[in-house]
């Protein structure tokens, strides 16, 4: 059974930090991208970071490029989303999104709320 177990979101004030993870099992972690989505009321959920298969390469949405960082364990198959200098506007459920050559993986999502 294929399972995704997103943690680590709360509350926080404006410039703190969190750290997600996203804990992965049923399948093989490491044949597939890691992405966060986030999606804030009454918005379309946009991608916020990924990273390739192996860690090589990664990307980030212009909002977020050096605050977050995006990390994986494949040997823990877990991902990570560190965030830092948090801003009321990160507001948002966060979702792990795990995309393999043949199927698309979605966790159940975190609320991640900044404000002071």
């Known amino acids: 059974q294929v399972q995704l177990v997103e943690s680590g979101g709360g509350l926080v004030q404006p410039g703190g930090s969190l750290r997600l993870s996203c804990a992965a099992s049923?399948?093989?972690?490491?044949?597939?991208?890691v992405n966060w989505y986030r999606q804030a009321p009454g918005k379309e959920r946009e991608l916020v970071a990924g990273i390739t298969r192996a860690g090589g390469f990664t990307n980030y949405a212009d909002s977020v490029k050096g605050r977050f960082t995006i990390s994986r364990d494949n040997a823990k198959n877990t991902g990570y989303l560190q965030m830092n200098s948090l801003k009321p506007e990160d507001t948002a459920v966060y979702y792990c999104?795990?995309?393999?050559?043949?199927?698309?993986?979605w966790g159940q999502g975190t609320q991640v709320t900044v404000s002071s």
């Open positions: 049923g399948f093989t972690f490491s044949s597939g991208a």
């Open positions: 999104n795990i995309n393999t050559l043949s199927d698309n993986y």
